[in-house]
């Protein structure tokens, strides 16, 4: 038997502190994020950064705690703080419409640039110019789903721990690498000096992907760009690749959403490097 809430006021310290996470200026001063749903602090108690869970604090409904006891021992073994709360408080913090019952409190988990460089990553996204937080937490989920090693966001996307960046994601921000804050044209040289190729997506590009897979040119380390799913890449991003490549259109839809053509490329991509003679890594043949 669950006990009562120990949390039944909004106005609570503990409760505001976490509300305050909803906005990106007091999430940088912190260096905290909010994450919702089963899915998402399952992850979050589970991950480990610098040692520590991702998982700082755990705020429950006396029914979700009931109906996630799995997650609710995960989160105290973790070592995170766990409050139950009356469910004014859970949709007070809440960003979604209707809420699941459980919010948890994360530290960041961006990694260094230099880190992702070092690990000689054989597919990485790189998101240039996104600006909508669902689609950034998308794309990181297919990147997540494609095997991809790291996810690079630069300086004119939108904030990775955006509460709808986070939950697009599923929980995918807590599998894989992600830098922050990178210039583009830093993404693209580091990249490249590691000895990946840099590829543009864009539906506009001179290269087709089906030719570039016939071709045989995908099975070694690639990077995508992804740009604004609105204007695509500007041109100066698009120079910076070794080659900008288009999702070819067999049927009649005007375009693809930028989700969808990420996974294509990713999902190309990955198949080309786990295909006989492709190249699993910088040091792997």
Request: with cysteine.
């Amino acid at each position: 038997m669950v006990a009562a809430p120990e949390l039944i006021s909004p106005r609570s310290s503990r409760v505001v502190a976490a509300r305050r996470l909803a906005k990106r200026n007091f999430r940088s001063k912190e260096r905290l994020f909010l994450a919702e749903g089963p899915q998402a602090v399952r992850e979050a108690a589970t991950h480990r950064t610098g040692g520590a869970s991702a998982l700082t604090e755990l705020f429950a409904t006396v029914e979700a705690a009931e109906r996630y006891a799995d997650i609710i021992g995960e989160a105290r073994t973790a070592g995170a703080r766990v409050h139950l709360a009356a469910d004014q408080v859970i949709e007070d913090i809440s960003t979604t419409v209707t809420p699941q019952g459980l919010v948890g409190i994360c530290r960041f988990l961006d990694t260094p640039f230099d880190e992702i460089l070092a690990a000689r990553p054989r597919l990485v996204a790189v998101l240039a110019h996104v600006r909508d937080p669902g689609n950034a937490g998308t794309v990181l989920r297919c990147a997540d789903a494609a095997g991809a090693e790291a996810v690079v966001l630069t300086d004119a996307s939108v904030d990775l721990y955006n509460p709808k960046a986070v939950r697009a994601s599923v929980g995918s921000l807590f599998h894989l690498p992600v830098a922050v804050g990178v210039p583009v044209e830093r993404a693209v040289a580091g990249l490249r000096d590691a000895g990946v190729r840099v590829l543009a997506a864009d539906g506009a590009g001179e290269d087709d992907l089906d030719a570039e897979l016939d071709q045989g040119t995908m099975g070694g380390p690639t990077a995508w760009v992804f740009g604004n799913e609105a204007w695509g890449l500007p041109e100066e991003t698009r120079a910076l690749a070794d080659a900008v490549v288009r999702v070819p259109i067999h049927g009649k839809a005007e375009s693809l959403n930028l989700a969808t053509a990420a996974a294509v490329c990713l999902y190309a991509s990955a198949r080309a490097q786990r295909a006989a003679g492709g190249c699993r890594s910088v040091t792997e043949s």
